[in-house]
């Protein structure tokens, strides 16, 4: 008879030990954990305090000698799972008792949506929470880049200091657009990509930015644009098409072996746009908000 080895997950407040111990794991499908990969980065590289106030927590799922899963937490935010194989209920299971212990008000989770809803039924049975489906998002990885043509009026420029502001308002106005909290504070956002060259403008034929595209670091050789915002008096008009292609070529041109984004499916819109100009469903993410107890 074969016995399973007991899931155990492994914690710490270090994103390099993070990164270094479930690298093997995080790197064997990049694109999957994606947003673990460039956040654990991002917390590596500009402190542990960028997304929040709260001490991030990291964590790797080992059976036996072999890591299987990854998570992270930066408070006050949703706790970010990769995706888990089927029958890996007993590790959801143990993940909902490490973080019941050590982060009692969980707002929620984010992962594929088998996984999510997994990890919710598990932190139910240990809270009595229950939880909704908030949002529902599905990751595409970039084909055969096919920018529109005609392309609209303009062209594109990567952001500088001098956007700052400009910048900032659009990083604003983006997350409210989504109804979501904002990860990272607006002006903190921009310092981050402004160091690497990490946001391009498209700027009509006078000058006027019109729509912004950003995009992630280089890391398992995966780039992920995000995000793309239009304000809403410029769109339709092609502009967030012209500037997603412009950075998805920019990131392959770069060495990138893989462009990704998430997209909001209930906005058939920006699906639509980012399908003609090449990319294509990879697997559907989800949101999930638990209810408070009590």
């Known amino acids: 008879m074969t016995t399973t080895a007991r899931a155990r997950w492994q914690l710490t407040a270090d994103p390099a030990e993070f990164l270094d111990r479930a690298h093997a794991f995080l790197h064997a499908e990049p694109a999957l954990n994606t947003a673990l990969l460039t956040v654990a980065d991002t917390l590596r590289r500009r402190g542990p305090h960028v997304y929040g106030d709260g001490d991030p927590v990291f964590g790797w799922l080992v059976r036996g000698a072999e890591v299987r899963g990854a ?3 930066t408070p006050p935010h949703r706790v970010a799972l990769s995706p888990l194989a089927a029958g890996e209920e007993d590790a959801l299971d143990a ?5 019941v212990r050590i982060a ?12 999510a809803a997994g990890f919710a039924r598990a932190w139910q049975r240990h809270t009595g929470a229950a939880s909704e489906e908030n949002l529902r998002q599905r990751l595409y990885r970039l084909g055969t880049l096919a920018p529109p043509a005609p392309a609209p009026p303009g062209a594109a420029r990567i952001a500088a200091a001098a956007d700052r502001e400009l910048l900032a308002r659009w990083h604003r106005a983006f997350t409210e657009d989504i109804g ?10 921009v310092d981050a990509r402004l160091a690497y060259g990490g946001v391009t403008l498209w700027e009509t034929p006078d000058g006027t930015p019109v729509s912004m595209a950003g995009v992630n670091r280089l890391i398992a050789g995966q780039v ?11 769109r339709a008009r092609g502009y967030a098409a012209a500037v997603t292609a412009e950075v998805s070529g920019a990131a392959l041109a770069a060495g990138a072996q893989e462009v990704l984004l998430f997209t ?5 819109t920006s699906n639509g746009v980012y399908q003609r100009v090449g990319y294509r469903p990879v697997r559907d993410f989800a949101q999930r908000t638990f209810t408070a107890t009590g």
């Open 71 to 73: 998570f992270l937490r």
């Open 95 to 99: 993940l909902a008792g490490e973080l």
């Open 224 to 234: 992920r644009v995000a995000p793309v915002y239009t304000p809403a008096g410029h």
């Open 180 to 189: 979501e909290r904002a990860l990272m504070d607006p002006a903190e956002w």
């Open 264 to 268: 909001d499916l209930a906005n058939p």
């Open 104 to 115: 009692p008000g969980l707002p929620g989770v984010m992962s594929d949506r088998a996984t």
